[in-house]
């Protein structure tokens, strides 16, 4: 099993800043990817960023540009810094983490933080 731990979301005027981290620990050997997803009322969760472990990183469209996601493999940590944050950004954020097992991948989640944009 993979826990992960988020921190970081919380009430921005639109155009500020904030930074998300997950913290991953339990069986984390074998963690190929690592990434965040957001689910705002009403609508279908989405990719927002993803990074594997060799460092490749994959954003949504809607966040290119604005959005930087890093990972420090030392620490199981991945960090989201989001700039110039627009109120559709506003969304519960969730860390995932991907495990290989055999010939599959088993999905971790975090539980969710808070992303709130006032325009």
């Known amino acids: 099993q993979v826990q992960l731990v988020e921190s970081g979301g919380g009430l921005v005027q639109a155009g500020g800043s904030l930074r998300l981290s997950c913290v991953a620990s339990?069986?984390?050997?074998?963690?190929?990817?690592m990434g965040w997803y957001r689910q705002a009322p009403g609508k279908q969760r989405e990719l927002v960023a993803a990074i594997t472990s060799g460092g490749r990183t994959n954003y949504a469209d809607s966040v290119k540009g604005r959005f930087t996601l890093s990972r420090d493999n030392a620490k199981n940590t991945v960090h989201l810094q989001m700039n110039s944050l627009k109120p559709e950004d506003t969304a519960v954020y969730y860390c995932?983490?991907?495990?290989?097992?055999?010939?599959?991948?088993?999905?971790?989640w975090g539980q969710g933080t808070q992303v709130t944009v006032s325009s």
């Open positions: 339990g069986t984390i050997f074998a963690i190929t990817a």
């Open positions: 995932n983490a991907g495990r290989l097992v055999g010939p599959s991948i088993d999905d971790y």
